[in-house]
């Protein structure tokens, strides 16, 4: 598996890999997030990972801010690595010292079991409770 910095040519396969993940992510706008992945690309805060030449998981991030913005597996390559790669990498790509957080699912909400899991595993900790798009959600804190 390789994990990379997104190109524009992997727009297209970024976007279809979307698509099967959609239910995952409520409230989310494909014509504001076009724009954004486009910018994402661009400015260096997008990665994928690829294998076999195909696009199994794509991770968006924001260095300013310091914060996972997205994360998504095909549905038939999870639980082989494809997320905690992706979040290493990413990681990796922030200096000593910062923190950086995610917006995930609340505790013992089932839809984000599998993201909370990895999160934990990875050390981020439990923050501050949410609501986005009126979804009760909690945000998950890293100390580089």
């Known amino acids: 598996m390789l994990i990379r910095l997104a190109q524009t040519s992997d727009f297209d396969g970024w976007m279809s890999l979307l698509l099967l993940v959609q239910?995952?992510?409520p409230?989310?706008?494909f014509e504001e997030y076009r724009k954004a992945l486009s910018k994402k690309i661009e400015e260096?805060?997008?990665?994928?990972?690829e294998e076999g030449?195909?696009?199994i998981g794509t991770l968006a991030f924001s260095h300013k801010k310091g914060e996972i913005e997205f994360l998504a597996v095909h549905p038939t390559f999870r639980r082989h690595g494809a997320a905690r790669a992706l979040v290493v990498?990413?990681?990796s790509l922030?200096?000593?010292g910062s923190t950086v957080s995610v917006i995930?699912?609340?505790d013992g909400d089932p839809m984000g079991a599998p993201a909370r899991a990895l999160y934990s595993r990875l050390g981020f900790a439990p923050g501050k409770l949410l609501t986005v798009f009126d979804y009760p959600c909690q945000e998950l804190v890293y100390k580089n």
Do not use: C, N, W
Request: glycine fraction near 8%; charged fraction near 20%; avoid cysteine.
């Open 89 to 91: 990498h990413m990681l």
């Open 44 to 49: 260096q805060e997008a990665l994928v990972a």
């Open 23 to 25: 239910e995952s992510f």
């Open 104 to 106: 995930t699912y609340r």
């Open 53 to 55: 030449g195909q696009i």
């Open 94 to 96: 922030f200096p000593k």
């Open 27 to 29: 409230g989310l706008d």
